[in-house]
Antibody, heavy 122, light 106 residues
Framework: EVQLVESGGGLVQPGGSLRLSCAASGFTFSDHYMDWVRQAPGKGLEWVGRTRNKANSYTTEYAASVKGRFTISRDDSKNSLYLQMNSLKTEDTAVYYC?????????????WGQGTLVTVSS | DIQMTQSPSTLSASVGDRVTITCRASQSISSWLAWYQQKPGKAPKLLIYKASSLESGVPSRFSGSGSGTEFTLTISSLQPDDFATYYCQQYNSYSTFGPGTKVDIK
């Protein structure tokens, strides 16, 4: 059974940093691209960024709203995905989901984690 | 960047109704479109991919159509479990979601 479990959320002050983790199981993690998607309270879904797989050199892409502040990484030996968030702003307050990208035939999300809440507030 | 719009933003319907939600892209995305259902406090669930392909395990009352810039999600006979918010997602160029359509009880 595919499982994605996020952790690391919490309350942080503006300008602070936080690192989220996503533990994957039930599939060959190293084969898949992985994305982070967030959802502000009462709002819609927003793509945060992507890490490609080893075959594609682990390259990353980011939404304009987080580029230069957030860094996505992965450790295939630990089946884990990470989101390092620096210089946090109040508008980064959201539930953060990790999501498995199906494969190169379709960059949609067939599995999602349960989400972890990040609150940026003084 | 590709922008996505959805209409309506809210839809009030009754059990048994046929429901149609429209999603439009700011430029052609071929058929690279997915639909998700989200209930309060839960992660989104994949319903449709490649505009019209039904994800395994999703009831056949859900269907998708369209290509290019205009797409629709149809629920042929609304069931109590279908009251939720629905999002489209383009994956032609990275990923962009529509703003969502909330389907509530009339």
């Amino acid at each position: 059974e595919v499982q994605l479990v996020e952790s690391g959320g919490g309350l942080v002050q503006p300008g602070g940093s936080l690192r989220l983790s996503c533990a994957a199981s039930g599939f060959t993690f190293s084969d898949h691209y992985m994305d982070w998607v967030r959802q502000a309270p009462g709002k819609g879904l927003e793509w945060v960024g992507r890490t490609r797989n080893k075959a594609n050199s682990y390259t990353t892409e980011y939404a304009a709203s987080v580029k230069g502040r957030f860094t996505i990484s992965r450790d295939d030996s630990k089946n884990s995905l990470y989101l390092q968030m620096n210089s946090l702003k109040t508008e980064d307050t959201a539930v953060y989901y990790c999501a498995r990208v199906y494969d190169s035939s379709g960059y949609y999300y067939d599995y999602w984690g349960q989400g972890t809440l990040v609150t940026v507030s003084s | 960047d590709i922008q996505m719009t959805q209409s309506p933003s809210t839809l009030s319907a009754s059990v048994g109704d046929r429901v149609t939600i429209t999603c439009r892209a700011s430029q052609s995305i071929s058929s690279w479109l997915a639909w998700y259902q989200q209930k309060p406090g839960k992660a989104p669930k994949l319903l449709i991919y490649k505009a019209s392909s039904l994800e395994s395990g999703v009831p056949s009352r859900f269907s998708g159509s369209g290509s290019g810039t205009e797409f629709t999600l149809t629920i042929s006979s609304l069931q109590p479990d279908d009251f939720a918010t629905y999002y489209c997602q383009q994956y032609n160029s990275y990923s962009t979601f529509g703003p969502g359509t909330k389907v509530d009880i009339k």
